[in-house]
């Protein structure tokens, strides 16, 4: 289905007097024009091929291309072309993402060392402190056992 040159928007109407109307932005194509299937260009009456994109307008035009050329048609190459380009802007994205993601779980092991960390050193304070105070309650201890005797 043709497109419409203006707007791009698909299904261009035909009316009573043979020109094409598209039924969204209301541009009107003369009836003696020919418009690409492929990418909505408005060529003059009576070529083969698209001026713009180089795809044949009728069908023997088409049927003629092909068996010659063995080649694609240029819808076909387009979209092969924009879903390589979409692959690798994905592709890079993902990258991008997987490295906000490796310096967020980089950031995560930092604090979690440095919890451990902390941890440890509230845990030697707290045995040193016990160290302490064992020691000083044994000997109060001993002291209360020799002055209770």
């Known amino acids: 289905m043709p497109h419409c040159p203006?707007?791009?928007?698909?299904?261009l109407?035909?009316?009573?007097?043979?020109?094409?109307?598209c039924s969204y932005c209301g541009t009107?194509?003369?009836?003696?024009?020919?418009v690409c299937p492929a990418c909505g260009h408005v060529n003059v009456a009576g070529v083969e091929t698209c001026s713009s994109?180089?795809?044949?307008?009728?069908?023997?035009?088409?049927?003629?291309?092909?068996?010659?050329?063995g080649d694609q048609p240029y819808r076909l190459k387009q979209v092969r072309t924009q879903a390589t380009a979409l692959k690798e802007r994905e592709s890079r994205e993902s990258d991008k993402r997987m490295e906000v993601l490796q310096a967020?779980?980089?950031r995560r092991h930092a604090a979690e060392a440095e919890a451990k960390k902390a941890q440890e050193?509230?845990?030697?304070k707290v045995s040193?402190?016990?160290l302490l105070i064992i020691p000083i309650f044994i000997v109060f201890l001993i002291l209360l056992v020799v002055l209770t005797r």
Do not use: K
């Not at 203006?6 to 299904?11: E, R, W």
């Open 13 to 21: 109407e035909v009316s009573s007097d043979g020109t094409l109307t």
């Open 128 to 130: 040193s402190i016990v």
């Open 53 to 69: 994109c180089g795809e044949p307008l009728s069908l023997v035009a088409q049927v003629m291309i092909r068996q010659e050329s």
């Open 6 to 11: 203006a707007c791009t928007a698909p299904g």
């Open 28 to 34: 009107i194509i003369p009836g003696d024009s020919n």
């Open 104 to 106: 967020i779980d980089q």
């Open 121 to 124: 050193a509230y845990q030697r």
